[in-house]
């Protein structure tokens, strides 16, 4: 059992990767197929369930990070199609930008830093509970 204010504090930044699940999705349209087993983008409710992404993050304690514990971010494209090294780099950066435009906004009475570390987008600062 989580506490309901981590709950409601990754409902938050879940919100930021929803907002750039749609915007990719819209952007790549038709660029690859999906999945077969994934349904259209837009037919669940969670965004994470259909489509070509899914775009979130995962809690890290920080343990062999030099930025200690935060989100590590997961890009997952759901297509049996190859994509290239260098368009999954590409939408990389997007995430990146769009994450570092979009965080101040979401959480403007937080310090939140996101970089690369070890090749991952991590969001790390001021991870507070604190409202």
């Known amino acids: 059992m989580r506490h309901h204010k981590t709950r409601a504090w990754e409902k938050r930044l879940k919100g930021v990767f929803d907002e750039i699940d749609h915007e990719l999705e819209a952007q790549y349209k038709g660029l690859w197929p999906r999945h077969p087993s994934r349904p259209k983008h837009g037919t669940t409710s969670n965004?994470?369930?259909?489509?070509?992404?899914?775009?979130?993050?995962?809690?890290?304690?920080?343990?062999?990070?030099?930025?200690?514990?935060?989100?590590?971010?997961?890009?997952?494209?759901?297509?049996?199609?190859?994509?290239?090294?260098?368009?999954?780099?590409?939408?990389?950066?997007?995430?990146?930008?769009?994450?570092?435009?979009?965080?101040?906004?979401?959480?403007?009475?937080?310090?939140?830093q996101v970089s690369e570390e070890k090749g991952l987008i991590k969001i790390y600062g001021d991870l507070s509970l604190d409202e």
Do not use: C, M
């Not at 989100?71 to 290239?84: D, M, N």
């Open 47 to 112: 965004p994470e369930q259909d489509g070509l992404f899914n775009v979130g993050a995962a809690f890290s304690a920080g343990i062999g990070s030099t930025l200690g514990p935060g989100y590590t971010v997961e890009i997952r494209l759901s297509t049996l199609q190859h994509v290239s090294a260098e368009v999954r780099q590409e939408i990389k950066e997007q995430v990146f930008q769009r994450l570092k435009k979009k965080l101040p906004v979401l959480f403007p009475d937080r310090e939140l």
